[in-house]
Nanobody
Framework: QVQLVESGGGLVQPGGSLRLSCKASETIFNFNTMGWYRQAPGKERELVAT???????QYSDDVKGRFIISRHNVVNTVYLQMISLKPEDPAVYYCGANILTRYYWGQGPQVAVSS
C-alpha cells in the first residue's frame, strides 16, 4: 500500500515562507506524477504544483514565481518551497501521487497565513 507522509505547514505571516515535504513509501519513479494540491474551506481541491516522472513541472497560475516544487530521488521525497505567502494561500495542502488512474493522498498539513 502506497503511503505519502507529509511534514511542514503551520502558521506564517503574510510574505513569509514555509516548506512542505512529502515522503513516499516507495520510489517516486513508480508514480506518473507527484505533487501538491490544496483545498480551502468551501472550495474544491486544486492543483498547486506537480512534477512528472520525466521531470516536467506544472504550476497553477496563482503560485507561479512564488512556489517551487522539487524532489530528492534518493529519499523518495517531494518538496514544496513556498515564499511570499499571501492571505489567499491558506488551505489544507495535500501531497498527491498517481499511478495511471489510481491516486494516493497524504494526510494534508494545514497552512495558515495571518498577521
Amino acid at each position: 500500500q502506497v503511503q505519502l507522509v507529509e511534514s511542514g505547514g503551520g502558521l506564517v505571516q503574510p510574505g513569509g515562507s514555509l516548506r512542505l515535504s512529502c515522503k513516499a513509501s516507495e520510489t517516486i519513479f513508480n508514480f506518473n506524477t507527484m505533487g501538491w494540491y490544496r483545498q480551502a474551506p468551501g472550495k474544491e481541491r486544486e492543483l498547486v504544483a506537480t512534477l512528472n516522472v520525466g521531470g516536467k513541472i506544472q504550476y497553477s497560475d496563482d503560485v507561479k514565481g512564488r512556489f517551487i516544487i522539487s524532489r530528492h530521488n534518493v529519499v523518495n521525497t517531494v518538496y514544496l518551497q513556498m515564499i511570499s505567502l499571501k492571505p489567499e494561500d491558506p488551505a489544507v495542502y495535500y501531497c498527491g501521487a498517481n499511478i495511471l488512474t489510481r491516486y494516493y493522498w497524504g494526510q494534508g498539513p494545514q497552512v495558515a497565513v495571518s498577521s
